[in-house]
Nanobody
Framework: QVQLVESGGGLVQAGGSLRLSCAASGRTFSMYNMGWFRQAPGKEREFVAGISWSGASTKYADSLKGRFTISRDNAKNTVYLQMNSLKPEDTAVYYC?????????????????WGQGTQVTVSS
């Protein structure tokens, strides 16, 4: 099991940028696929981005590709989400997740470890 702690959320104006970080504990971080999900009030948790254990493969929600970038630094046990050109509809709690599926998946069922979430609020 890997423990995850997100940070970097906050309030930002529309059009601005924010970088989220997810710090992981555990000796096998590099063996996990990592993902970012988000959940707005009254809505289901949705996939944002995912990255394979090596960082060679990435996946993005179609609506977010080009604005968001996921990356990881296995030496630091950390995964990042760079968010640019933020929109009010990006407002949500953002969650970091870890899983050990063969390929990076886009469903919550593919990830078995979750962080506590960090709030991102984008003002209009």
């Amino acid at each position: 099991q890997v423990q995850l702690v997100e940070s970097g959320g906050g309030l930002v104006q529309a059009g601005g940028s924010l970088r989220l970080s997810c710090a992981a504990s555990g000796r096998t971080f590099s063996m996990y696929n990592m993902g970012w999900f988000r959940q707005a009030p009254g809505k289901e948790r949705e996939f944002v981005a995912g990255i394979s254990w090596s960082g060679a493969s990435t996946k993005y929600a179609d609506s977010l590709k080009g604005r968001f970038t996921i990356s990881r630094d296995n030496a630091k046990n950390t995964v990042y989400l760079q968010m640019n050109s933020l929109k009010p509809e990006d407002t949500a709690v953002y969650y970091c997740a870890a899983g050990r599926t063969i390929v990076v998946v886009t469903t919550t069922s593919g990830f078995n470890s979750w962080g506590q979430g960090t709030q991102v609020t984008v003002s209009s």
